[in-house]
Each structure stands twice: as structure tokens, then as C-alpha cells.
């Protein structure tokens, strides 16, 4: 295959899904935008709330992103008409995750009275994910069918769900936030209503689209012969998947940012999350093109074509590396502007320098995310799911944890120092994986079941 080829295909197949995670970027970017009025604390509560809630989002998107994995080999051996009952696999998961989410909300304000935010902060937190927490089974389910029809090669339906959803969330906010077109004005609460609300809406496209077999979905409707030991085998490549983003999340979100961060007091917590809020147009985007490699990946795996796996790589790769080298050369020469945008009428110096402090610092970390999203992804593609897993439950939790307490809190490096940690983490994480990628243990993997001969 020449070296034209497989960039061309992989371009074709991640347009879709680069613009479909950019739709996410922007509502992640519009939610603390649009609650700049309300003041930093406002900011701090909706962004650090909505990654909260997307520490209980984050496992069962793991699990499901598993779907494509298996649709994507099934294809590559001529074998789609088995691939429907995986959406059903990825819908139960869905199914689950809401539920459990829901039964947490009595748990949200105990579980932040334990963190270190001001009592302002804590509570509008609090209300704001309890809302959020309605859209979980929703987000599960869209990256569920998302994936299963990533998986048969079309990446449109996944961008076309993503835009409905980024059209009801933006509008909602327009109207719940400010309290126009006669609702009241919700402030923070109405940016998690919005987003929970574009979740559904965004999900009942996709759930529509299943129901009809658009998309290039298998035409007919054999018995579904859904298996409980098939079921198992989704968990059981899935969950290490899960476990992998789940613990890396949860070290950043759940330790980090709400026990060593939150120290440094509600404006740096702004600040810090505005920087993130930021990079998410850097990183989703370069997770579109990962996961487009990483369906050519699995379909090559399963034509039993593991030499083309490489090619493929070194050309996704190539796109991601370009990416976010050249949005990180824009951190490094306009990391001020971008900060003010978020400042309400100048309300905030110290959200402004700081922030653009940290953007810069950001900046070195782009090479190394977009070699570590890349070969994560390629390596979930072939199955090897629990081996990524150990490896960031090793790094996030014995090496970077341990030295962003001692930098940040026994130092007193500040948001310089975790920023520090950050790029260090991310630089491990990148040779971990290129490491295990060259090993070649990936191609000893069976995902699917053999045929039954």
C-alpha cells in the first residue's frame, strides 16, 4: 500500500469524526463562556462540574468504545450482518450507567463537602450536577451507537448526531441561561439543563437512524441471538478500556483538580479550566483522527492484514502530530487574548495571567498527546485494552499523583508546578504506548470469536 493511500482513506473516514468531537469542543468551550457574567466561581462550578459528572460518564464510555473494536474486525472478515446485536451489548451498558447515575445524585453535596472549594462554589456545583447526572445514559448511548456505526465505516452518522446535539445545547443555552423566549434565567443551572437536553436529543437521531438501518446498517433483520457469553466478552475487553480513560480521569478530576487544585483558591480553578476548556479544541479533534485510525486498524486486523496496521498509523500519526503542533504554536503566541475572552468586563487579572501562563505551558504537552491518543487508540482497536490500563494506573496514580502533591502543595509550585506535572505525565504516557506498540503483543490478540467452522 503506497504511503498516499492510507493517509487519503484515513482522511475520508476522520473528517466526520474530527468535526463531530470539534462540535463537542464547542459546547464545552460555550458552557464557560457563556456563564462568564455570573463571575469566576460560576466558571469554576460548571467546568469543574462537568467534568465531575464525566467521571461517572467516563467508564461506560470506555466500555462501549469497545463496540467499534468488534464491529470494525467483523467488517474487515466480511462478517457485518453479526455486528447489530453489539449496539444492543452498547445500549444495556448505556441503560446501566444512567441508572447508577441517577441513584447517586443524594451523594453529590456529601462528596463535595470533602473537597476544597468555597462553599459558594461547592453548592452551585452540586446543583448543577445533579442536573447534569440526567444526561449520563444519554452520552453513554450516543458514543454506543456512535461507535457501533464507526465501526461499519461511516463516521457521518456520529457528526450528524454531534451537530443536533451542539444545535439544541447552543440554542438551550441562548434560552435557560439568560432567559429568553420567556423561561427564566437559570445561570449555571440552565447551562447543565442544556446540556443534558441536547444529550437526548442528540441520542433520538442515532436511536432513530438504528431503528431504520440508515447508514449503511445491515439491511435485514435476523434474530438478534444475543448471548450472554458475547456480552462477557464485550466486558471483558471493554472494561480495561473503561478502567484505562476511568483511572486516568479520576486521578486529574477526581483527586487533582478537586483536592490539589481547589487549594489554590476559585480564580485559579477558573483559570485552570478555562485553559482546559481551550485544549479541548486541540484534543478532540486529534480524537477524531486517533479513533479514524483506529477503525482502518481493526478492520485490518480482522482481514488477518496486520502489516497494514503500521502504515496506517504512521499516517494518523502524521495528522495528529500536525494538528496540535500547530494549535499549540497558537497558545504560544496569543495565550493572552484567548484568556480574555472568558474575563467579563475585566473583572479578573489574575484569571487572565495566570491562565495565560498556563496555556503556554500547554503547549509543550500537544506532540506528546497526540502520540499517546494515537496509539492508545490503535492498540484498543486490537483488543489490548488491559495492558494501556496498567499503564496509566502505574503513571497517573504512582508517579504523577505523588509528585503533584509534592510540587503543588509540599513546594508550593502552584499552577506553574501542576502545570509542570501535567506535560511530565503525558510525556511518560507517550512512550509507554509507543513502547508497547512496537512490541507487537497487540497482533496475539483474538477479539472476536473465531468462526465456527
Known sequence: MSGAAPLRTLLVLALPLVL???????????????????????????????????LFEVLPMGIVFIVQSFVAQLVGRGDADDAPRFAWYGLGIAAAAGVLALAMIPALRP???????SPAVREQMAEYMA??????????????????????????MSLVA??????????????????????????????????????????????????????????????????LGELARVLRFGLPNGMNWFLEFAAFQLVFINFVFSDLGDELV????????????????AFGLASAGAILAGQAIGRGDHDAVW????????????????????????PTPLMELFNEGGRSAALVTTGATMLTISAAWQLFDAVGITLSETL????????????????????FLPAGFYVVLEQGGGAIGAMACIVGYLGLLAGAFAYRFRTGAWRKIQLVEPRLV
Open 131 to 156: 442536573i447534569r447526572m440526567y444526561g449520563v445514559a444519554a452520552v453513554v448511548a450516543v458514543e454506543a451507537l456512535g461507535n457501533w456505526y464507526g465501526g461499519l465505516g461511516n463516521t457521518w
Open 380 to 399: 484498543r482497536s486490537a483488543g489490548d485494552t488491559f495492558w494501556t490500563a496498567a499503564a496509566r494506573l502505574m503513571l497517573a496514580w504512582a508517579v
Open 270 to 285: 477558573a483559570a485552570f479550566n478555562v485553559v482546559i476548556a481551550i485544549n479541548s479544541v486541540s484534543f478532540m479533534p
Open 20 to 54: 463531530a468531537r470539534a462540535t463537542q469542543s464547542v459546547m464545552t468551550f460555550a458552557d464557560a463562556l457563556l456563564v462568564k457574567h455570573l463571575g469566576t466561581g460560576a466558571i469554576a462550578a460548571s467546568a469543574s462540574g462537568g467534568f465531575n459528572v464525566f
Open 111 to 117: 462528596l463535595l463537602e470533602l473537597t476544597h472549594y
Open 311 to 334: 502504515p496506517q498509523v504512521k499516517a494518523t500519526l502524521l495528522c495528529s502530530l500536525m494538528w496540535m503542533g500547530a494549535i499549540g504554536l497558537v497558545y504560544l503566541a496569543a
Open 162 to 227: 454531534s451537530v443536533v446535539s451542539m444545535a439544541a445545547d447552543l440554542f438551550l443555552n441562548w434560552v435557560l441561561i439568560f432567559g429568553h423566549l420567556g423561561a427564566p434565567a437559570m445561570g449555571v443551572n440552565g447551562a447543565a439543563l442544556s446540556s443534558a437536553i441536547g444529550s437526548w436529543v442528540g441520542f433520538a437521531f442515532l436511536a432513530v437512524a438504528f431503528y431504520c438501518r440508515w447508514g449503511g446498517a445491515p439491511r435485514g433483520r435476523p434474530a438478534l441471538r444475543l448471548s
